[in-house]
């Protein structure tokens, strides 16, 4: 296909929670310089579409099936000349799709978010000006390790030899790993913490950078967990911007205040209000989790109504230990996918509230209907556990339930 992933600067983010996010944010604040911006993400909510940005918009349905037709071609050209000896995955056939649509597109940067890891996933094979570790937990364990340690290196093999990674909050296990590597390889590690971060009222931010200071940065995304998430995403575009993209201090402001990010923290005004979230391993379930207990303490709902899906690969035990002690009902479903785990096993792997009712209901949107029933004017009911759960459910509440 002619090597389309380099032809445009690049920006990779790589890590366990938070990579949708800082990939928004780097994005949004790249537009608002008056950059051509491609963003490739995974995975999608409700439409394969949504994969593949330019400036926000998603690819149209003609042009995937034109990029996707190629990408088919080629790969049968190389599997019946011996070049190849399979079919590429569904990610990697994806992955080629965006590089080549990006090209096509003349993007001036492409902001990518791994899919899993980073020595080994289809996005590396850029030479990214910037690299974004955001926080690393356990994940994934059978391809990656069974430790942080080793998942830190998997995670942190996406910066070339001699770049430059900007660091979310870690473990210090997990840190001390990304410093030895970091050493090994020549990378320069800007790590986000030593960049003191001011939290004001309304969820603006006051951020001392690299490059300059910033006061009253809007960081529209909920959940104090986003401030590290556009600290990172802010020291990213000021390592661009010394690497020839011309990013400067009003496109950052005009960026992060522009950012959205479905199904992250979303809050749905109704009667009772919905939010919706990806939790999809215990790490981003105990930011959720914190995120609830505050909107709860500074009175946005009464009671909360959890209706969970969680896929059979995740630690399912670990996502619910977290989010069933701050649930008032709880009504485990299915996802819908074929890894699907069994929603009436869910409800035995973690304590709740004394007499918290729970139930199983398989079909998800029965599961939404049995929530509501349970569910007061002034209560809220939280959709998490799966992306692929949220992206079935969130057409019918934005359309009111």
């Known amino acids: 296909m002619g090597n389309p992933q380099l032809a445009y600067p690049t920006a990779i983010v790589a890590g366990t929670n938070g990579k949708g996010s800082t990939v928004a944010m780097l994005a949004a604040i790249a537009r608002a310089a008056g950059l051509r911006v491609g963003a490739y993400t995974s995975p999608h909510l409700v439409d394969l579409e949504e994969r593949f940005t330019i400036d926000g918009h998603p690819i149209s349905r003609t042009g995937l099936e034109a990029h996707l037709d190629a990408v088919l071609t080629a790969t049968q050209v190389m599997v019946d000349s011996g070049l190849l000896h399979e079919h590429l995955s569904y990610f990697e056939t994806l992955t080629a799709v965006a590089f080549r649509y990006f090209a096509e597109a003349r993007a001036d940067v492409v902001v990518l978010e791994v899919g899993l890891g980073g020595r080994l996933d289809a996005t590396n094979v850029t030479a990214p000006r910037v690299a974004v570790i955001t926080p690393i937990s356990l994940e994934h364990t059978a391809w990656l390790g069974d430790d942080v340690r080793t998942i830190a290196h998997e995670k942190f093999a996406v910066v070339p030899p001699g ?14 790993a990304l410093q ?18 001011n939290e004001r009222e309304d969820h603006a931010v006051d951020l001392m950078g690299r490059v300059r200071n910033y006061g009253g940065l809007e960081v529209p995304l909920p959940g104090r967990h986003q401030l590290d998430n556009a600290r990172c ?10 690497r020839r993209l011309r990013i400067g201090s009003d496109a950052i402001w005009a960026g992060l205040r522009r950012t959205s990010l479905p ?24 930011v959720l989790a914190r995120h609830l207990d505050l909107l709860r303490e500074r009175g946005r709902f009464e009671r909360l109504h959890l209706v969970i899906g969680v896929l059979q690969d995740k630690d399912a035990e670990g996502i619910v230990s ?80």
Request: net charge negative; with cysteine; aromatic share 4%.
């Open 163 to 176: 770049g430059v990674a900007v660091v979310a909050p870690q473990e210090p296990a997990v840190m001390a």
């Open 180 to 197: 030895e590597l970091a050493v090994e390889r020549g990378v320069t590690v800007i790590d986000s913490t030593q960049y003191p971060l």
């Open 233 to 242: 995403a802010v020291l990213a575009a000021e390592a661009l911007d010394r």
């Open 263 to 286: 199904g992250r923290c979303e809050w749905i005004d109704g009667n009772p209000a919905a939010l919706l979230d990806g939790a999809h391993n215990p790490a981003a379930a105990a």
């Open 322 to 401: 977290e989010l069933f002690p701050c649930a008032d009902t709880i009504t485990a479903t299915r996802v819908p996918s074929a890894r699907s785990a069994e929603p009436e096993g869910l409800l035995t792997l973690a304590p709740g509230a004394d007499g918290q009712p729970r139930r199983a209901v398989d079909d998800p949107e029965a599961a939404l209907a049995a929530a509501y029933d349970l569910a007061g004017e002034n209560d809220v009911i939280c959709v998490t556990g799966s992306l692929y759960l949220l992206g079935h459910l969130r057409p019918l509440l934005q359309a009111g339930g």
